[in-house]
């Protein structure tokens, strides 16, 4: 076959992220700070020896580090011979140097020479003038993987390089980076790119390239390249191959979900309503259906957990903060409408729940099933109260139940305080025929007692069949202050030292509420409880009549007398009596 029949072969394809690499400091984007350090650097003189680079994963390292390798070798036959940060047009040694084959400009994979070795050679290497260009820079990519021995060999040089010898080190993880290398160098930090630049930088390519993606097809990308435009590009790329698919017409949004296997943002925003308001069988249905559609569990949590946080961000900052939507216009939206709805306090706990539940949804030998779970989990969660209304709401309990009459006790072992406490035999039987004719209280319906002074204290633990704490608060306990929840007393000198705090805890128990009982040691107190009531039964009908009876006998020595005087206090305490004949006097 003859030349002339011979087709020429076809140029091999590249890559989007090769084929608009930045070539200068003018095509760089997002990089502003720096790009005005250096020139300033440039335009005074004062260009640095060594240079550090860093930032998360394809926003510029490498392709900076070239730029900045072509400037300071920049050189135009009969024009400039002098560094530059300006390079209007495409200098001696500027192709070599792009292409990544010039001879004084060495790039040095620090992953893959990591040994001392690796920088002996180096520093070997160091000594020697550049051949054809103004100064040899070393590009050392990846610079943390040094070993410590690496890098202290590195340092002497570092600190004193020959003056033809210029550094530029790049790295993802400058934290890795000794402090004595870091002294050396000036740093550059490159931020990573905000999904609406990504958008407009890929829109701009897709035109250069003669193909149509949609506006929220170019967000999803930008959104899953996590701030890295090498990402973007490279997920670009591979959305353009789906064009075959679309006969001409824009790449669409529905395309690039099913190939970055992404959650329908509209659901994702459905069905976190649905589990904020409760409703399960839609959430779990929207889940399933999301995943049967590709769409991995861990990232239909990572989305709750971006919707989450733009509304918290909406609560918390104003509608302003609605702006920074991944999905645009369409997340402002939901964003507004729903954050007017939802408290901070059940935001925050939603974010903890989906948090919790993408941890353990990475892990996890079945994702589909603990996410559903954690989806559930958010669902059930949304019916709880947030910790101020539950605060609010047992205050509102407190208060019906101090304002409520005291309810009468239902039970058969404990009688109505301020009533007589029938037989054991009478009290069941009285306690079946009210059963049988009134179903038994709830817990929830069951009235607590109403504690107004110390006695009413005496009467509950009688009540509670707590005999010796009953006995010890009438005869051990002299009253300084009541009040509700509080009761200061001064003890006798033969009551228990824990006294104090084993009423409180029984109050706790029996009435629900925290009771504060302190011990006053200064103030003398009432008398107590026991003695009071001797006093009033002393003054009684048929005492008096006995002692009448018999003058001789003097109560305050006769032990049988003050006996007799006590069982009766007890009786008339249980039925009271005592209590009624207060209220009369």
């Known amino acids: 076959m003859s030349d002339s029949n011979t087709e020429a072969a076809p140029a091999p ?3 989007l992220a090769r084929k608009y690499r930045p070539q200068n400091f003018d095509d ?5 700070a720096m790009v005005r350090t250096l020139r300033n650097a440039f335009a005074s003189g004062r260009i640095a020896h060594a240079y550090i680079l860093t930032g998360v994963r394809g926003i510029g390292k490498t392709t900076t580090a070239r730029i900045l390798a072509r400037a300071l070798n920049y050189e135009v036959k009969g024009k400039v011979d002098a560094p530059s940060i300006d390079m209007p047009e495409e200098g001696v040694h500027c192709r070599a140097i792009a292409e990544s084959r010039h001879q004084d400009v060495i790039e040095m994979d620090a992953a893959s020479h990591t040994g001392v070795g690796d920088i002996r050679e180096l520093i070997e290497s160091v000594r020697y003038a550049p051949v054809e260009a103004r100064y040899k820079v070393y590009i050392i990519d990846e610079v943390h993987m040094l ?7 590195l340092l002497k040089t570092l600190e004193e390089p020959p003056p033809h010898v210029k550094f530029i080190f790049a790295t993802t993880e400058i934290r890795k980076l000794p402090v004595t290398v870091l002294s050396r160098c000036q740093r550059f930090d490159l931020r990573r790119f905000d999904g609406e630049t990504i958008a407009n930088y890929l829109s701009g390519i897709c035109e250069k390239e003669g193909v149509k993606v949609a506006r929220d097809g170019l967000l999803m990308i930008a959104r899953a390249a996590e701030g890295s435009m090498r990402d973007a590009l490279s997920l670009l790329d591979q959305a353009i191959i789906q064009s075959s698919e679309t006969k001409g017409d824009a790449i669409g949004a529905e395309i690039v979900r099913d190939m970055l296997g992404f959650a ?3 659901d994702s925003w459905d069905m976190l309503e649905a589990a904020m308001k409760g409703n399960a069988p839609e959430a779990l249905s929207l889940f399933r259906g999301q995943y049967d559609q590709g769409a991995d569990p861990v990232i239909i949590l990572k989305d709750l957990l971006e919707l989450v946080h733009l509304l918290t961000r909406v609560k918390a900052a104003g509608k302003e903060a609605a702006s920074h939507g991944a999905a645009g216009a369409a997340d402002v939206t939901r964003a507004l409408a729903l954050a007017e709805d939802m408290p901070m306090a059940a935001l925050t706990r939603a974010w903890n729940l989906l948090l919790k539940g993408h941890g353990e949804t990475l892990t996890a030998p079945d994702a589909v099933a603990c996410g559903e779970i954690a989806l559930i989990r958010l ?3 949304a019916d709880l109260p947030t910790p101020d209304e539950a605060l609010r709401q047992l205050k509102n309990n407190s208060d019906k139940q101090n304002n409520a009459p005291i309810a009468p006790d239902m039970s058969a072992t404990a009688a109505p305080i301020g009533q007589g406490q029938p037989s054991a035999q009478a009290s069941n039987k ?3 025929t009210q059963a049988a004719r009134q179903p038994a209280l709830s817990p929830q319906e069951t009235a607590e007692p109403m504690l107004s002074c110390l006695r009413d204290v005496a009467r509950l633990a009688g009540q509670k069949r707590d005999a010796n704490l009953r006995m010890e608060i009438e005869t051990m306990m002299r009253l300084v202050r009541f009040d509700q929840g509080l009761i200061e007393f001064h003890p006798t000198d033969n009551a228990p030292h824990d006294l104090a705090g084993r009423l409180a805890q029984r109050l706790k128990e029996w009435t629900g509420e925290r009771w504060v009982v302190s011990i006053n040691a200064r103030a003398s107190g009432e008398e107590t409880l026991r003695s009071a009531r001797n006093q009033n039964v002393f003054e009684h009908p048929m005492i008096k ?6 003058p001789d006998i003097d109560p305050a020595k006769d032990v049988q007398i003050e006996e007799i005087a006590q069982d009766m206090a007890m009786t008339q305490a249980d039925d009271g009596d005592i209590a009624d004949d207060e209220g009369d006097s």
């Open 545 to 550: 009549a006995a002692l009448a009876a018999f």
């Open 147 to 153: 070993s410590n021995s690496a890098f202290n060999a």
């Open 13 to 15: 394809y590249q890559v």
């Open 379 to 381: 669902c059930f969660a």
């Open 264 to 266: 329908n943002r509209a």
């Open 430 to 432: 009285g306690t079946q």
């Open 28 to 32: 760089l984007l997002g990089h502003e």
